[in-house]
């Protein structure tokens, strides 16, 4: 399947941005399941763009904004083929052959990023065993699928009353939130159970009926041993398929914030962003 993929996004500030540059963390990844092909950034002010890679190998698009801007926009436009996907089952080793591997002191060094605590990704102890826990006696997979579901059925799905520096624990007292919110509760809790997980930013095939496919939706992938990292999103009852379009992932959403930077000015700033992703018949 071939999508066509449009972000736009709009800066304004009250008051003149005397130096400024912005970064920003939207192309879709090129991987085994999907291919990025003609692309392109263009911004207002016809500046030149400048990438680099950060530090889990994703594009960071990079613009000094000029001086005396008031207002800045964005805009993107790629084609990324996705691979079909037909259901990707994690259940390769035994249930026992996954427990050891994960409690191998090798395996928590090379994954130790996506298994300790992060600033976003922090549930206490209590939270955590509001939700089912990991044992031998269950597969990393199912247990993982069933995870899914009671982090899907604990939160009812709002906009506007969570932001993005809301936290697992702080959303985790109101019940409610929105992609991010619901990734980082999921995290949290498996990684409590040493099961390396991965907050993962990108794009929904629109027109599915799927929550969260008007912006960049968050989602996330768990390292399964023997199988790979497996997608999952607990915000719309869910494994990732060829629906979902990747765009980078990291520890939690500061890693994959689609847009950073730092800005010389007085006033508010206000941003916002849209986003249309177009099925190629």
Same mark, same amino acid.
């Given at each position: ?8 996004? &709009? ?5 003149? &941005?005397? %130096?400024?540059?912005? %970064? ?14 003609? =692309? ?9 763009? $400048?990438?680099?890679?950060?530090? $889990? ?54 994954? @130790? ?8 990704? /922090? ?24 995870? /899914? ?15 993005? @520096? ?5 959303? $985790? ?12 509760? $999921?995290?949290?809790?498996?990684? @409590? ?25 968050? =989602?996330? %992938? ?6 790979? =990292? ?42 916002? @962003?849209? &986003? ?6």
């Amino acid at each position: 399947m071939e999508y066509i993929v449009k972000y736009h996004s &709009v800066n304004e500030y009250k008051n003149y &941005v005397k %130096e400024g540059i912005l %970064e920003y963390l939207i192309l879709p990844e090129n991987n085994n399941n999907q291919i990025v092909s003609d =692309w392109k950034i263009k911004n207002s002010a016809k500046l030149e763009t $400048f990438y680099y890679q950060n530090i $889990f190998g994703f594009r960071i698009c990079r613009i000094r904004l000029p001086h005396y801007c008031s207002t800045f926009l964005l805009d993107m436009e790629v084609k990324v083929k996705k691979n079909k996907l037909g259901i990707v089952s994690g259940v390769i080793l035994s249930n026992e052959e996954c427990f050891q591997i994960l409690n191998e002191p090798s395996f928590f060094i090379e994954n @130790h990023l996506f298994i300790q605590k992060s600033k976003f990704a /922090n549930l206490s102890v209590a939270q955590i065993e509001t939700f089912p826990a990991y044992s031998p006696s269950q597969h990393l997979y199912y247990y993982l699928r069933d995870l /899914n579901t009671a982090v899907y059925n604990f939160f009812t799905y709002t906009s506007g009353l969570t932001n993005v @520096h809301t936290d697992a624990s702080e959303v $985790f007292e109101l019940k409610k939130g929105v992609c991010q919110d619901y990734s980082h509760v $999921f995290i949290s809790v498996a990684r @409590h159970y040493g099961i390396p997980t991965r907050y993962v930013s990108g794009y929904l095939h629109q027109g599915m009926g799927y929550v969260g496919a008007a912006q960049m939706h968050a =989602w996330v %992938e768990c390292l399964i041993p023997g199988a790979g =990292w497996i997608g999952f999103d607990p915000t719309n009852h869910l494994q990732s398929d060829e629906h979902y379009i990747k765009a980078a992932h990291g520890c939690d959403y500061a890693d994959c914030a689609p847009l950073k930077g730092v800005v010389r000015t007085n006033g508010a700033q206000i941003t916002n @962003h849209s &986003v249309v992703v177009q099925a190629q018949l």
